[in-house]
């Protein structure tokens, strides 16, 4: 756990006089505290918005371009590293297994999308495993085509 700052114990009074006891985390994309609403990842609501604004930029560019991860990040201006953990989240799909740098961590066959393939997936669900689609560190294969949710 993060050791707080006097600015953020300030901040975690302020929250707690006018939240109640809201459960205060930090952002993993900008690192500043916010209420956390219970749910979903440890975004703030600012960068949340600035992550559905970049991920619609991407959609939208995707539809007319069939375009590798890197020239994908230049086109829309959205960072690689983010374009790669959207393919982890499953929110965006490689084109091809083959070649797409991705491979299923427990069979290690070739996979489009997340981070298992269909069948471990089955069989982690089954298992009640929760599948985590934290960004990894991997490098990126400049060979990458992927396309969007809309045309999987
Ligand atoms: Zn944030
Ligand atoms: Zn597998």
Redesign the pocket.
Known sequence: MNKLTDYDQERKKIYKQTLGDYDLRY?T????L?AYPGYGPN??R??LNKDQTDFDKVREYLETHDSSLPKTAVDTGVPPKKLYQWVREERLYFKDAEGSGLYCEICGVPITTGRYCRKCKAKLMLKGVKINTDSPSDTIDEKMRFIGNSKK
């Open positions: 952002c994309e900008c690192g500043r916010f975004i703030c600012d960068c």
